[in-house]
């Protein structure tokens, strides 16, 4: 057969209006071939526009693939509208409206095509009546969509791959129902797999989606979706998200390096998970949001977190279950906030855990049944008011406090038990409550039950054994002890609480001190060593160099006085330590601070850089940052803010402690306030531990000079003041410029000078938040960008990231 022609061979027992025989095109050999005829093409480049009207053959030679190319130059260049079967081609096509194959109708069998185009889409499947059984494709698409199926259109892909797509690898909407089979999805922008739009669906089985710029898997607005035995990793973003209403299963996937989360669900989404690995994620392996979203996940493993962020993040009114799950080597395993928000775990190991196993916060609920916990910092924390739950028969081993109860909260625990806590068993303080019921706690290095600021705890048949510093240890008129007993204290302990009385004595071995008598008075509280969650910057400096940190802090806009003055401080500490190497006299150097200035003008930024640079002169341990309000160091009894400020500062020790809207410890008519209380405790400290933290105190420039004046060793303490002005529009706009670097937007023509306009006739009154704004500008800019793109049906890398100056947000009230 002759390059360039097609042979056409008759399928049928009729010879009637159709013979065998050679033609020079593809379109003349279609005109007369019919149902069940072959056409074998010689190899050739063909520029024509197919269209398969008939269930013919159309084959290439076996064996050499990429020896035809049907190659136009515009419009499709293979329409399918019959069951055909369709193999050994090369499709290429240069329409970026349209894409390079269109499945139309029937069940047409594609083999072993290559489809390497620049087209809208390399192979798009639309209408009801299209079910192909595509097999050992290949697709590359750099300006478009891999595969697209929309429009009711469906059809199995098996062993696929979509090699290179300038937007989703393989994109459905509009009721399409596609099934994937040992597909490989990688090098797309935007997502490798995306599913939208009520009635739309996918099965995925056995499939690989990797090397993805932007998110692996996207399934919204009512779609649903179901992966088994598929793998999704090294994204630029979330590995899995879910939006609006969306439903997802995962069975028996793999989720792996993913910088952001690695499963990201909110508004109303569902996501039932069985059998699934999640690891080495930078932000949260579930991150699950707003009010009806839920996850169920049963026999599941995720960890090695490689970020700072909590493995399971459960918020705004979401819920989740776990069951017979494993979470392990992550900074903190489950956190569950804001009321509403419930979390269910039934037997389940949560371990080596960096900070904290459970936290439960702001009216959150957490019940967990016959768990483990080992190898954590605190084992579960019950945070402020209107949080609780319940704990039974769980097991808690090798922490360094089993249970703390704090502010208000109310849980009920049940025959659980904590063995070797280098602490306290159970920690109740500032105000919480719970109650204790048949627990246990053995080997603890300090106390079992410790149970301080008077708080309403109740313990009912509770048990200590080996405890270093005594089985219980209570503040007077606060909890209620009945039945409990302790190796400490044998049958009297029993008879006494028989008798429905609060244990007190050291011979009941249960010690009631006054606040006096308070381990805070005496230094000798337990500090947990879990990091509240309002506290996400307390965490090691890293052990960089200080011309590494000082080189960050020169990165930042603005802020040009307050460099000198941090890199003359330096100085004089990098300077005075070589003297002291050589012998000499080193002058003294007040490291304490004062920093001064309106809200957003990066002073936690600058206190947290100033710590590392300490910790990498060798004059802080750590150099963390442990930041405070006054919330956290004011108690509402007399004796507890000392307490709670102890403890702030026990937090801090080889850091720094970072005290914002300092001058709030001593308002102007603070009467019988608490707070000098607390001023007076941090002076005291300061002066007993001068080289063990550094102190940052920071707020309004006329109300931290007002808080210099309250106690007369304050203002000796802290000789350094610096002012951090606000910012000007030229450095709003290069904060708006970092930003959109970071999240991969460009500013289009004309857009910054529209920015500094914006800032320049922004208003500057009491709202007005300096760096935040620039940041909330960015924001609304970006969500404004989200809409206007939401409505085009493909848009563009170009139309993806360029911000105009039509994004700016209305200018706000001034005020």
Known sequence: MAQGTVQVTHGGASRWRRRSGEYPTLTAALAVAGDGDVLSISPGTYRENLVLHHAVILRGPEGGLGSVRIAPLDGVALTVRASAVVQDLHLEGQDRAAPALLVEDGSPELTDLRVSTRSAAGIEVRGSGARPLVRRCTVENPTGVGIAVLDGGGGVFEECEVVAAGQTGISVRGGGRPRLERCRIHHSVGAGIGVTGEGSGLEAL????????????????????????????????????????????????????????????RSRSVLTL????????????????DPGTRVDAESCEIHDSTGDYPAVWISDGATASLENCRVHDVPDALFVLDRGSRVDVVDSDLSQVRNTAVSVSDGATAQLDDCRIR?????????????????????????QTGVIVTKGADPALERCTVTSPAEAGFYVSAGGRGTFTACRVTGSSGFGFHVIDGCRTTLARCHTERCARGGYEFAEDGPVAEGCTGDESGSRAAAQAAAGGAFAGAQAGIRTVTAAQSPAAQQAAPVPAARPADLPDEAGAGGRGSSEVLGQLDALVGLDSVKREVRALTDMIEVGRRRQQAGLKAASVRRHLVFTGSPGTGKTTVARLYGEILASLGVLERGHLVEVSRVDLVGEHIGSTAIRTQEAFERARGGVLFIDEAYALAPEDSGRDFGREAIDTLVKLMEDHRDAVVVIVAGYTAEMDRFLTVNPGVASRFSRTITFHD?????????????AEEHEYRLGEGTSEALLAYFTELPKGAAFGNGRTARQTFESMVERHAGRVAQLSEPSTDELTLLFPADLPAQPAPC
């Open 727 to 739: 910012y000007g529009p030229e450095e709003l706009l290069r904060i708006v410029q970092q930003q």
């Open 206 to 265: 056995g499939c690989e989606v990797y090397e993805i710029k932007g998110t692996g898997v996207q399934v919204a607005a009512r779609a649903t979706a179901r992966l088994t035995d598929c793998a999704v990793h090294r994204t630029t973003a979330d590995g899995v998200t879910l939006d609006t209403d969306a439903v997802l299963t995962l069975a028996g996937c793999d989720i792996h390096d993913i910088p952001e989360n690695a499963v990201d669900l």
């Open 274 to 289: 069985s059998r699934t690995t999640v690891r080495r994620f930078g932000r949260n392996g579930l991150s699950v949001w």
């Open 375 to 399: 190898e954590a910092a605190t084992g579960a924390w019950f945070r402020d008011h209107g949080s609780g739950g319940t704990l039974a028969n769980c097991t808690i081993d090798a922490v």
